[in-house]
């Protein structure tokens, strides 16, 4: 995505009875001949899956469609998955409902598009100043996240399975340069989840809207900024074109998770290796999607800077204490939530993360001070 090329241009192309028959001529054969049995044949079943994603949009609807193809090759064809990006089947924030409604088996996205379902969803995306992606991954994976993740999706019929990572996002594309958190007052700023909810206790007037829309709203200032993801995907979507300040790093998504959401009904019907196939593929996504945008990011912010006059920065201080004020009290106000389910899920995200983080401060983040202050090649 580093080519001379105009990247207005890109952002639009991104913009049985015969069976059982056959079963019993198979057995009959079994009995009567000396020779091992063949293996039956088992039904072929597709699927669709339909995304919150532009098509081929580089990580998310690339990792999308490679998923799917995953998928298909582990399965032998017995299940094949037919993507949609965005707009195709459905609109982007309309994916969930597709599979609840029964008109999609898979949904691709990221669970807190669907916050207004349940604000604990929100916890299995990212949370502001929260766990990176393995920390997160560590909680869903191994210290109850996915039980309660269950348990939230149980009651539309759904189950959920990380299969994505972006890693710890930018902060977002400014129009005009940040100095302080007055300058945040008013500012009408693309951004979902509860990190939205935290630039709104910031000043900002906030909205969501899917990747495909951003660029025109920017354009015509709807948007006064945004934020997607990161370089990689930025560059690709055109937000330089029109805002030159981007800001690092993201302290309302620190590791954010993609999602990929099944027909629970359909998915336990699966025979238990259809259902290990799928849920090693997801896995197997989560890393490398990761590692898709690790390698990419750098190189895209290159060619943002020395080709397109992009101008890199970080967060004033001010602006950083503040978002750490406003998420802790958010998070605070989940904690004792009169929803069951969303005070369940805020415990065990708290319970998990104060564990994790020590290792991270105590390994992690000793090395890579160590690394900075004495080591380059």
């Known amino acids: 995505m580093t080519k001379k090329t105009d990247k207005r241009v890109g952002r639009r192309e991104f913009l049985g009875s015969a069976a059982a028959a056959g079963a019993g001529a198979v057995a009959i054969a079994a009995a009567t001949s000396s020779?091992?049995?063949p293996a039956l044949s088992q039904a072929r079943v597709e699927w669709r899956m339909v995304t919150t994603w532009p098509k081929n949009l580089p990580g998310l609807g690339v990792g999308a469609e490679r998923l799917a193809k995953?998928?298909?090759d582990m399965s032998g064809g017995r299940l094949t998955v037919r993507v949609f990006a965005a707009g195709e089947l459905v609109p982007a924030l309309q994916s969930l409902d597709a599979v609840i409604q029964g008109s999609a088996e898979m949904s691709h996205g990221a669970a807190y598009y669907w916050q207004g379902k349940s604000t604990g969803l929100s916890f299995f995306t990212g949370v502001p100043y929260g766990m990176t992606s393995r920390e997160l991954a560590a909680w869903v994976r191994f210290m109850g996240g996915q039980q309660i993740w269950d348990e939230i999706y149980d009651k539309f019929g759904v189950k959920g399975f990380l299969a994505g990572d972006t890693g710890t996002q930018a902060g977002g594309w400014f129009k005009k340069e940040l100095t302080s958190v007055n300058d945040i007052k008013g500012l009408k700023f693309r951004t979902p989840g509860l990190g939205g909810q935290t630039w709104e206790k910031l000043g900002a007037a906030v909205v969501?809207?899917?990747?495909?829309?951003?660029?025109?709203?920017l354009q015509s200032g709807a948007l006064d900024a945004a934020e997607f993801i990161g370089p990689f995907n930025d560059l690709a979507l055109g937000f330089h074109q029109v805002a030159k300040n981007y800001y690092f790093p993201s302290f309302i998504e620190p590791g954010l998770a993609l999602e990929l959401v099944v027909d629970k009904r359909k998915f336990l019907?699966?025979?238990p290796d259809l259902q290990a196939i799928?849920?090693?593929?997801?896995?197997?996504e989560y890393d490398q999607v990761a590692s898709d945008f690790y390698a990419n990011d750098p190189i895209a912010l290159k060619t943002l800077?020395?080709?397109h006059?992009?101008?890199?920065?970080?967060?004033?201080?001010?602006i950083l204490k503040a978002g750490a004020d406003a998420a802790r009290e958010i998070v605070g106000a989940l904690r004792a939530s009169t929803d069951p389910l969303v005070k369940k899920t805020t415990e065990s995200y708290?319970?998990?993360?104060n564990t994790l983080r020590t290792r991270t401060r105590a390994v992690d983040s000793a090395f890579l001070t160590a690394r900075d202050k004495y080591f380059n090649l």
Do not use: Y
Request: hydrophobic share 50%.
């Open 309 to 318: 006059g992009v101008k890199v920065h970080a967060f004033p201080e001010e």
């Open 269 to 271: 019907a699966l025979s």
């Open 350 to 353: 708290i319970a998990a993360f």
């Open 70 to 72: 995953r998928i298909n």
């Open 35 to 37: 020779f091992p049995a």
């Open 278 to 284: 799928v849920e090693s593929a997801c896995q197997a």
């Open 305 to 307: 800077v020395e080709q």
């Open 208 to 217: 969501n809207l899917p990747a495909g829309e951003i660029f025109p709203a």
